[in-house]
Structure formats: structure tokens, C-alpha cells
């Protein structure tokens, strides 16, 4: 059994709840525990992690969860790249065991259709995808 946090962009309430019971179905399905801690968007979650991480709690894995939708100005692309780097930096060092679920798409029928457990189902991906990296960690004995 391991120890994730689920750390969810509450910018869009209802994609969140969807994407974050997504991602809890796939832990419990492989019998794995997990908190969940709220930010108000995606450029907060990266920092949400180093939070977790230097928590003595010791988590296994991590689960970034949000929804990222384009708008009038260029502030998308700050938002959509600059998390989704921030996470790949974090993968690296301190090394992470991180699954990436912040969708980043043009529209809400766009993040509905990823957010939606009968649909693509982006939330247990991201589990899944943390769950792969924090399984390969133990079965590789790296840090
Ligand atoms: N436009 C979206 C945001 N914007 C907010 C930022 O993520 C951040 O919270 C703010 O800039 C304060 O630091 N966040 C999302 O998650 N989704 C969006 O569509
Ligand atoms: C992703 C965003 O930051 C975006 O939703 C903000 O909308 P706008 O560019 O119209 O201010």
C-alpha cells in the first residue's frame, strides 16, 4: 500500500470534484491511500507539492488535478506551461513521483469530456500514471 496526495485546482469546482473522483476510484481500486489539499489554480500546485513533500508525512506519489481553459488573453499560456513545467522540474529533482491530470484544453465541453469518469477519465490517469512511478521507485530501491 502507498501514500499520495492529491493536490487539486479548484479554479473550476465541478471539473475538479469530477477529475478528483477519478483519481480516488484508482487508488482505491489498488488498495492505496491518499489526502487531498485545494488551491484556488494551476500555477499554485506545484508549490502545494513542495509543501507535501517537506511534510515529514512522507508521500509516496503525487496527483496534480485541475483544469486549465483558454480565455481572451495570453495568461492561458502562462498557466498551462508554467505548471505543467513546474511539475516536470519537480519529476527531476527532488524526483516526484508525480501524475500530471491538469487539463489544459479550448473549452469546458473540451475538459467535461476529460474530466468525465465514463469518458476519457483524466483524473484516474493521473493516478495511474503516479501510482506507475512510485511502484517503479519501490521495485528500483532509488530515492
Ligand atoms: N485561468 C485559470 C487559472 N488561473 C489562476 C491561476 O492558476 C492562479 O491561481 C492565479 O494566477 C493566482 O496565482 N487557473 C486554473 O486552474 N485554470 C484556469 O483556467
Ligand atoms: C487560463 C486563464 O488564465 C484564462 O482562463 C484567463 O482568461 P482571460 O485570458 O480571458 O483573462
Do not use: C
Amino acid at each position: 500500500m502507498a501514500h499520495f496526495l492529491i493536490v487539486e485546482a479548484r479554479f473550476y469546482t465541478d471539473l475538479a470534484d469530477e477529475l478528483a473522483a477519478g483519481a480516488i476510484e484508482a487508488l482505491e481500486a489498488e488498495g492505496h491511500t491518499y489526502e487531498r489539499a485545494s488551491v484556488p489554480g494551476a500555477l499554485e500546485i506545484p508549490a502545494a507539492m513542495m509543501i507535501g513533500y517537506r511534510n515529514p508525512k512522507a508521500y509516496d506519489g503525487y496527483i496534480a488535478l485541475g483544469v486549465v481553459i483558454r480565455g481572451e488573453t495570453s495568461h492561458y499560456d502562462i498557466v498551462a506551461g508554467e505548471s505543467s513545467r513546474a511539475l516536470m522540474d519537480l519529476t527531476l529533482n527532488p524526483g516526484l513521483a508525480i501524475g500530471n491530470g491538469i487539463q489544459t484544453v479550448e473549452n469546458r465541453d473540451q475538459a467535461w469530456a476529460r474530466a468525465n469518469r465514463s469518458d476519457k477519465n483524466k483524473g484516474g490517469g493521473a493516478a495511474k500514471a503516479a501510482m506507475a512511478l512510485s511502484a517503479l521507485r519501490s521495485t528500483m530501491g532509488t530515492q
